[in-house]
């Protein structure tokens, strides 16, 4: 259970203790969780996040403390560099001093203020460990004089996340800046606690266009986000600019609707085959992890037919993603309901004060009536089984372990006998998969089972996997081929039809059956 007010309450500590003493109260008070409810208006986890605009492009300027009491999060727009590339600075576009106290303001009143990094002309580099220290002295700098309450990544363009040529491990990634960014991320939860929020804002193709391909910044985002599941808040993909992607059932979707919203969002909540060459799979997040990012109004985006979606086509997305209220729509939803899904996302407040009011009118009532996100637990969950198909009496098991298990041990059992066992990792928010190769089996059924087991020794088993190993029949009759030694009285098939071998001879293309009636009779 999270108590609102927490952060305030930390703030007063640091003021009047010390280091010491603040050290202490964190330990005590931080969850190990990374779930924040207490950021939502409603009390039920469910956030609306808006980007405010540092500068001035035509949608004004909003001052911190003027910004509607609809946003759940105020996304900080942007830190970026300058002469430096790996140093982070941030320039108010209003007084300072001003700009502190309001930022203090808001949060007073519950909100949250987050320091978003790059943007779409915005360039960090960070290829080396000595430019990730000063990105990170830089950084922290920033947080504690502003009092930002976490960063959000949104690295865009050539100079952004990508990835370098031969990086095609989803898992063990080898681009500089890629594995500095993990670095970074895991070493700011770790000096500001886990109430520290991380999120991204990564373009569409950096992710899901990881399933068309692996390479530059298609896919770039992917192990970024694989290595720092654990202290992701949450992801909000921008669903904008992009065109169309191929979503989990083969077909194109196209930005602006319906069916793009709901089949963008399916691949991060059951994962998706990507085109790296090892480690290939992208395994889900959790539904409290998924924040969807669309445009506050068509002024927004780079163009009128950029991904703006008008707010009932939305609201038929969102029925269907969280309810399972289906619209009739061409995607058909894999899963029932995603009950937990996290928000939505909107580029931007400027832009919606411009338009109106559009967003925060349309999706605040309904993120306000859902119930409250139930982030899921780890719990002892049953493994599967499958097998392969049979090739030369030799074939694979593979063994999957579900997400969010309790489970620290398997035991694999054939015919009711224990042949394997092996150690799993409690916890994890990705499932594990074990595979076992059988070769030159006798022939007979064998039923295979698996056995999950927790640290208290609770203990679950799969349903059985039933595997017959068989001499396969050999046609009386096979199929005529080029180079064949044929005699006598031998049959074949060619073209659906039968023949018998009248003269014996050594088969080649130009005597087929069926046109040199001296060598083959049909019957």
């Known amino acids: 259970v999270y108590i609102r007010g927490r952060d305030n309450m930390y703030k007063n500590f640091k003021k009047i203790l010390s280091l010491f003493i603040v050290t202490l109260i964190i330990m005590t008070i931080t969850p190990s969780s990374k779930f924040k409810a207490d950021t939502n208006i409603a009390g039920n986890g469910r956030l609306l996040v808006g980007y405010w605009h540092n500068f001035d492009n035509g949608a ?7 910004v509607d009491p609809a946003w759940d999060i105020i996304n ?15 320039h108010p576009v209003y007084d300072e001093k001003e700009f502190i106290a309001d930022i203090d303001y808001v949060q007073s009143k519950g909100k ?58 989803l898992k063990n990634p080898t681009t500089p800046q890629i594995v500095n960014f993990i670095k970074i991320i895991k070493d700011l939860v770790k000096k500001y606690g886990d109430n520290f929020i991380i999120s991204m804002a990564p373009e569409l193709s950096y992710v899901q266009g990881g399933n068309t391909g692996y390479a530059t910044n298609w896919g770039a985002y992917l192990p970024l986000i694989d290595a720092v599941r654990n202290e992701l808040d949450y992801l909000q993909v921008q669903h904008y600019n992009c ?23 399916e691949m991060l909540l059951q994962g998706f085959q990507t085109r790296a060459s090892k480690n290939s799979f992208f395994a889900p997040l959790k539904q409290e992890q998924v924040v969807i990012g669309v445009p506050a109004s068509q002024k927004g985006t780079l163009n009128p037919n950029s991904g703006y979606i008008q707010p009932t086509e939305m609201l038929k997305a969102l ?66 089984v499958k097998a392969s198909a049979i090739a030369n009496k030799s074939y694979s098991l593979t063994i999957d372990v579900p997400a969010y298990n309790t489970a620290t041990s398997y035991e694999l059992f054939e015919n009711g006998k224990s042949i394997a ?10 499932a594990q998969t074990i595979k076992k190769d059988f070769t030159n089996k006798a022939y007979g059924t064998y039923t295979y089972s698996v056995t999950v087991k927790d640290a208290a020794g609770a203990a679950v088993t799969s349903a059985n996997c039933v595997v017959e190993v068989k001499e396969v029949e050999v046609p009386s009759v096979q199929e005529w081929q080029s180079g064949v030694s044929y005699k006598l009285g031998d049959k074949v098939t060619y073209q659906g039809k039968t023949y018998e071998c009248i003269f014996a001879h050594t088969s080649h293309m130009g005597w087929l059956p069926g046109t040199v009636p001296t060598l083959w009779k049909q019957l």
């Open 421 to 430: 066992t092996g150690s799993l990792t409690s916890g994890l928010t990705s």
């Open 243 to 265: 065109g169309g992607n191929m979503a989990l059932d083969g077909v194109t979707y196209n930005q602006g609707t319906a069916d793009f919203q709901v089949a963008m969002v």
């Open 112 to 169: 949250k203020v987050v320091l978003s990094l790059g943007g779409a002309e915005g360039t960090i580099q960070v290829p080396t460990d000595a430019a990730r220290e000063k990105f990170m002295t830089s950084l922290t700098g920033l947080i504690d004089k502003y009092g930002f309450d976490g960063i959000d990544i949104d690295l865009e363009g050539g100079s952004g996340m990508i990835l370098q040529p031969g990086d095609t491990d």
């Open 319 to 384: 029925n269907y993603l969280i309810k399972g209220q289906s619209y009739g729509g061409s995607y058909k939803m894999i899963g029932a309901k995603y009950p937990n899904l996290r928000g939505i996302m909107a580029w931007s407040i400027n832009w919606d004060n411009v338009n109106n009011k559009e967003f925060v009118k349309s999706y605040r009532p309904f993120f306000d009536s859902l119930s409250e996100v139930v982030p899921e637990k780890p719990s002892l969950k049953a493994a599967s």
């Open 60 to 66: 004004g300027i909003v001052k911190i403390r003027d």
């Open 76 to 90: 900080v727009s942007f830190g970026e560099t300058y002469t430096d590339r790996a140093v982070v600075e941030l």
